[in-house]
């Protein structure tokens, strides 16, 4: 009995700790882009992203937008 409960609370911590730790775990943020050429400098309150004529094009360029742009 005594060995059941321990076995229960050791698997229970191990849980909670996986659980809590890839919860904390943050997503990796996208570092490459299939735009060819240097970012350009872009007024404050824009930053520069990389638009594409379609998901499988590679006709793909540079523009300055503001974060609620559409």
Do not use: Y
């Given at each position: ?29 996208p570092t ?11 007024e404050p ?7 594409c004529e ?17």
């Amino acid at each position: 009995m005594r060995n059941t409960i321990l076995t229960t609370l050791m698997f229970g911590t191990a849980a909670a700790f996986i659980v809590g730790t890839v919860a904390s775990t943050p997503a990796p943020t996208p570092t490459v882009s299939r735009c060819i050429g240097i970012k350009p400098i872009c007024e404050p309150g824009k930053h520069p992203i990389c638009i594409c004529e379609s998901d499988i094009s590679l006709n793909c360029k540079w523009i300055c937008a503001s974060p609620g742009a559409q």
